[in-house]
């Protein structure tokens, strides 16, 4: 069987990152979701990767300070999370390259859209660090906006939980579960699957997305593989 799709982005969350610490990064999760990129990666999918930065610092949620300086301490958060994935995917022989969208280049390559490009197409792993560059937008818009640019085929959303649902299932466990479900519905339901901004961007470029667990990051293969995982979104289902 081919491939589903030949190059994606892959949306991993800092909370899920931090798995049941609720901070900073879990190496058993850590290793676990870079063994199946290893996976995918292998199976020749390029792929583009926007890290979170929320299990070290959430700017929207900082309180007393400026907006925009509190977001810029997020961006930093995400670049922590990029090499720190970076460096257990090139321990696992893939190699792997992180971009900021803020220039730091003792660091890593300051982002730019041909260069992300060359570099999938050589088969390079390519790790996007802080967000937009911009305050006031999530990770999840720049994984929308990166995606947009490198003209990916799907957004993976990996979170903490397995797919979309009518409300909490944490807090509800009559929650009602969507396997699939289209953008307009997710913003007026507002079911929080993304911000607003990041949901009308993707339903604006028509691009898909498939939100399911990192606690079980196989389906990242499986979806490759054409299976139906966690729940797909899309202008039209």
């Given at each position: 069987m081919g491939l589903k799709f030949k190059r994606i982005m892959l949306k991993v969350s800092g909370e899920a990152?931090?798995?049941?610490?609720?901070?900073?990064?879990?190496?058993?999760i850590l290793s676990d979701i870079s063994d199946k990129i290893k996976a995918a990666w292998e199976m020749g999918t390029q792929i583009g990767i926007v890290v979170g930065g929320g299990n070290f610092w959430r700017g929207r949620s900082s309180?007393?300070?400026?907006?925009?300086?509190?977001?810029?301490?997020?961006?930093?958060?995400?670049?922590?999370?990029?090499?720190?994935?970076?460096?257990a995917l090139e321990c696992r022989g893939v190699p792997t390259?992180?971009?900021?969208?803020?220039?730091?280049?003792?660091?890593?390559?300051?982002?730019?859209r041909r260069r992300a490009v060359r570099h999938l197409e050589k088969k390079?792993?390519?790790?996007?660090?802080?967000?937009?560059?911009?305050?006031?937008?999530?990770?999840?818009?720049?994984?929308?906006?990166?995606?947009?640019?490198?003209?990916?085929?799907?957004?993976?959303?990996?979170?903490?939980v397995d797919a979309v649902y009518d409300s909490d299932p944490k807090l509800n466990p009559n929650a009602i579960r969507f396997d699939k479900i289209t953008y307009m519905d997710v913003l007026q339901k507002q079911l929080g699957v993304m911000d607003s901004t990041a949901t009308s961007l993707c339903m604006?470029?028509?691009?898909?997305?498939?939100?399911?667990?990192?606690?079980?990051?196989?389906?990242?293969l499986k979806v490759l593989n054409g299976e139906n995982v966690g729940t797909f979104v899309a202008r039209e289902v």
């Open positions: 990152l931090s798995g049941s610490k609720g901070q900073g990064i879990d190496q058993d309180t007393g300070m400026d907006r925009t300086t509190a977001d810029h301490m997020g961006m930093l958060a995400t670049v922590i999370n990029s090499l720190a994935l970076q460096d390259r992180v971009q900021t969208a803020l220039e730091m280049p003792r660091v890593a390559e300051t982002y730019i390079r792993v390519v790790i996007f660090a802080c967000g937009t560059g911009n305050p006031y937008f999530s990770t999840d818009t720049a994984a929308v906006l990166r995606a947009a640019e490198i003209d990916a085929e799907v957004i993976l959303l990996a979170k903490n604006d470029n028509n691009i898909p997305l498939l939100v399911f667990s990192i606690k079980q990051p196989e389906n990242i």
